[in-house]
């Protein structure tokens, strides 16, 4: 079992740069396939970015493509969204999850997910 917290979100101006983190309890993070996901208001949830258990490999939705990235520390247990060049359409609650799966690529089977953190965009 794994819990995860999530902070850093709040309000930046578009064009700007926030970093999120996730920090994660239990001793099998590193085994993990970490992501992030992101919900706003009226709208599925979306897929952000996903790592493999030791950071190698990762893999980002179209939307973030070239202007996010994850990455992880399994010393300290946290994970991380850096977001640079933010626009309005990223104002979302960001959420942090966690599977057993080895597929980093695979959207889905995220079993832990922590409350989110909510990341707002002024124009």
């Known amino acids: 079992q794994v819990q995860l917290v999530e902070s850093g979100g709040g309000l930046v101006q578009a064009g700007g740069s926030l970093r999120l983190s996730c920090a994660a309890s239990g001793r099998t993070f590193s085994t993990y396939v970490m992501g992030w996901f992101r919900q706003a208001p009226g709208k599925e949830r979306e897929f952000v970015a996903a790592i493999n258990w030791n950071g190698a490999t990762a893999y980002s939705g179209d939307s973030v493509k070239g202007r996010f990235a994850i990455s992880r520390d399994n010393a300290k247990n946290t994970v991380h969204l850096q977001m640079n060049s933010v626009n309005v359409e990223d104002t979302a609650v960001y959420y942090c999850?966690?599977?057993?799966?080895?597929?980093?690529?695979?959207?889905?089977?995220?079993?832990?997910w922590g409350q989110g953190t909510q990341v707002t965009v002024s124009s």
């Open positions: 999850a966690a599977k057993g799966s080895l597929d980093v690529v695979d959207r889905r089977g995220y079993a832990h």
